[in-house]
T-cell receptor, first 117, second 115 residues
Framework: GAVVSQHPSRVICKSGTSVKIECRSL??????MFWYRQFPKQSLMLMATSNEGSKATYEQGVEKDKFLINHASLTLSTLTVTSAHPEDSSFYIC?????????????FGQGTRLTVV | AQSVTQLGSHVSVSEGALVLLRCNYS??????LFWYVQYPNQGLQLLLK??????LVKGINGFEAEFKKSETSFHLTKPSAHMSDAAEYFC?????????????FGKGTLLTVNP
């Protein structure tokens, strides 16, 4: 089946620095990718929709200047958390729909555990 | 607008017992329905999905779910729980057809399996 690879799986950074998370579709082209944030013991909250070749669409309440999304190619989307603060610590997950089939399912990356100290 | 309600944030069963995780949805158009499983510090893995056709769908690891339009439900079941089934389970819905691939998730149900 389709695979989405997310890297890194864990990252610890100092407050004020920036962190980049990569999401790659390994065996299919993803014109759209979704970025989610998950707080402990909670559901996934959609942050933004990444579109290849155009600007990302952010959900209400998500700071676009803080969470920079770039979808440079059909297989790579990146999320950069700029000037990270401890409250940005969370589990971030990307997903990409495989549009080849009916009811195209979303394939998820392994997630990135970000800890800001 | 779409929404998903998972009844019970935590379900505990004994090994070998029936697993029943409840999911009800609200959608103005026929939906596609999904169940995902998440193990600690990992992404989500698709268990099964309903798009069209047979309303009883079978998934991986012995799980199945039945789409009941009249009840707007898509409950997940497994006849006999295994220790390895302990995980978080998410029900999700998206609009059928079109190019909107956004998923709306329920809040999740944590399944614990007791020996």
């Amino acid at each position: 089946g389709a695979v989405v690879s997310q890297h890194p799986s864990r990252v610890i950074c100092k407050s004020g620095t920036s962190v980049k998370i990569e999401c790659r579709s390994l065996d299919f082209q993803a014109t759209t990718m979704f970025w989610y944030r998950q707080f402990p013991k909670q559901s996934l909250m959609l942050m933004a929709t990444s579109n290849e070749g155009s600007k990302a669409t952010y959900e209400q309440g998500v700071e676009k200047d803080k969470f920079l999304i770039n979808h440079a190619s059909l297989t790579l989307s990146t999320l950069t958390v700029t000037s990270a603060h401890p409250e940005d610590s969370s589990f971030y997950i990307c997903s990409a729909p495989d549009r080849g089939g009916l009811g195209a399912e979303a394939f998820f990356g392994q997630g990135t555990r970000l800890t800001v100290v | 607008a779409q929404s998903v309600t998972q009844l019970g944030s935590h379900v505990s069963v004994s090994e070998g017992a029936l697993v029943l995780l409840r999911c009800n949805y609200s959608s103005s158009v026929p939906p596609y329905l999904f169940w995902y499983v998440q193990y600690p510090n990992q992404g989500l893995q698709l268990l099964l999905k309903y798009t069209t056709g047979a309303t009883l769908v079978k998934g991986i690891n012995g799980f199945e779910a039945e789409f009941k339009k009249s009840e707007t439900s898509f409950h997940l079941t497994k006849p006999s729980a295994h220790m390895s089934d302990a995980a978080e389970y998410f029900c999700a819905v998206r609009r059928s057809g079109g190019s909107n691939y956004k998923l709306t998730f329920g809040k999740g149900t944590l399944l614990t399996v007791n020996p």
